[in-house]
């Protein structure tokens, strides 16, 4: 597989830029690191604050996302997978996020398996996993 590593957590707006294109894994922590909210999404592009260098982790958690097949993946820290909306042509947007990580090898499967079944746009990510 090209330049994606399983469960990777992504800490700089520089090894996010890598990824575009790419399924990755966001979301919402307690204080204590537990989940609250996750979910799934081809990153598309960023918008980056003025202020922000590639290498700055802080800035991180501000960076405006833009995605393909939103997936929600755990709602109040249960599991809860289902597509958020209909973002197969128009990129959806986030802006606050407290981890950004790539996909484990068992989340791309699902991942990947959910959006053939429901028969949405090819994949924009143009790559296979090697599972």
Same mark, same amino acid.
């Given at each position: 597989?090209?330049?994606?590593?399983?469960?990777?957590?992504?800490?700089?707006?520089?090894? &996010?830029?890598?990824?575009?294109?790419?399924? &990755?894994?966001?979301?919402?922590?307690?204080?204590?690191?537990?989940?609250?909210?996750?979910?799934?999404?081809? &990153?598309?592009?960023?918008?980056?604050?003025?202020?922000?260098?590639?290498?700055?982790?802080?800035?991180?958690?501000h960076v405006g996302?833009?995605?393909?097949?939103?997936?929600?993946?755990?709602?109040?820290?249960?599991?809860?997978?289902?597509? &958020?909306?209909?973002?197969?042509?128009?990129?959806?947007?986030?802006?606050?996020?407290?981890?950004?990580?790539t996909l484990t090898?068992?989340?791309?499967?699902?991942?990947?398996?959910?959006?053939?079944?429901?028969?949405?746009?090819?994949?924009?990510?143009?790559?296979?996993?090697?599972?």
């Amino acid at each position: 597989m090209e330049n994606y590593t399983f469960n990777k957590e992504i800490k700089t707006i520089g090894e &996010l830029k890598q990824y575009i294109n790419k399924p &990755l894994f966001f979301s919402y922590n307690t204080y204590n690191g537990d989940i609250t909210y996750a979910w799934i999404k081809v &990153l598309t592009e960023i918008e980056i604050p003025n202020d922000a260098r590639d290498d700055n982790p802080q800035k991180l958690y501000h960076v405006g996302t833009y995605g393909l097949n939103s997936m929600q993946m755990m709602k109040y820290g249960k599991i809860n997978i289902k597509f &958020l909306k209909n973002d197969v042509t128009k990129p959806s947007y986030s802006n606050a996020q407290d981890t950004i990580r790539t996909l484990t090898k068992e989340e791309f499967k699902m991942y990947k398996e959910k959006t053939i079944v429901r028969k949405w746009k090819p994949y924009s990510w143009k790559f296979q996993a090697e599972l």
